[in-house]
């Protein structure tokens, strides 16, 4: 059964994908001071969740803390997004490799493979299966982190993704973007790489977890023909060609 957000947590996840959204949109100039009070005025919300959300999105790497108070829209070169990119699935993938060496009881697979079955997006979309859909993944794929057995592994995963449209979540922009196609090749990769863990095939599982994060550049792609094909870009408002 696929589990449920409670009503706290379904709202702060509603401003969370609201407010990236805008973000993404240009809604926001590229360091534009945000703060809880004037966001949750702007999206109608009480201050507790509007500040949870603003956390949530400074530690995606979409905002910056400021010393003396709220947080400040970042801007990224594009160059910076792509080699996050393809810095996270060279990590990744040796942390898929690490898992597959040093696993050991199969049952240590037990919550990644459980994962694996929550993180299957349920179409038509909606903002519910959307939500369990990005939480599920970003756990799947952490879980795969911790599995690897290394914190100086981890540690570096986590930088790396602190930029926009690096890490592992970062497969759509909105409900709309998110391709059925996409998700299942998403959803078999995932398979593939748990079989690769359990079977100890260690090189398999790091070409696997390698190619899978070429998910998060065909997603970077696909926005860059987007925002040159429209005046309203439904995303990269805050990436610069340098």
């Known amino acids: 059964m696929p589990k449920t957000l409670s009503n706290s947590n379904t709202h702060t996840e ?4 609201t407010l990236r959204e805008q973000i993404l949109q240009g809604a926001f100039s590229p360091g534009e001071r945000l703060t809880e009070l004037g966001i949750a005025s702007r999206l109608r919300a009480s201050r507790t969740p509007a500040r949870l959300a603003l956390e949530r999105l400074a530690n995606e790497g979409l905002l910056d803390t400021i010393p003396s108070g709220g947080f400040r829209v970042r801007t990224f070169g594009l160059a910076d997004i792509r080699d996050a990119i393809e810095i996270r699935g060279v990590l990744e993938g040796t942390a898929a490799r690490f898992a597959a060496e040093r ?3 199969t049952e240590d697979l037990a919550q990644l493979k459980k994962l694996r079955s929550e993180a299957v997006m349920e179409f038509p979309v909606t903002f519910e299966s959307f939500a369990r859909y990005l939480d599920a993944n970003r756990d799947f794929h952490r879980e795969l982190w911790r599995l690897a057995q290394s914190r100086s592994l981890f540690r570096e995963l986590e930088h790396a993704c ?7 979540e970062a497969l759509v922009f909105s409900t709309a973007d998110l391709e059925q196609a996409t998700a299942s090749v998403a ?10 863990i359990e079977n100890r095939e260690g090189a398999r599982a790091e070409a696997l977890a390698r190619e899978h994060s070429r998910i998060s550049r065909r997603n970077l792609e696909f926005a860059l023909r987007t925002k040159e094909s429209s005046s309203h870009p439904p995303g990269l408002s805050v990436v610069t060609s340098r």
């Open 103 to 105: 696993l050991g009881a």
């Open 162 to 168: 602190k930029i926009p449209f690096a890490a592992p």
């Open 14 to 17: 509603r401003l969370v994908l």
């Open 187 to 196: 959803a078999e990769q995932h398979r593939a790489i748990v079989e690769a």
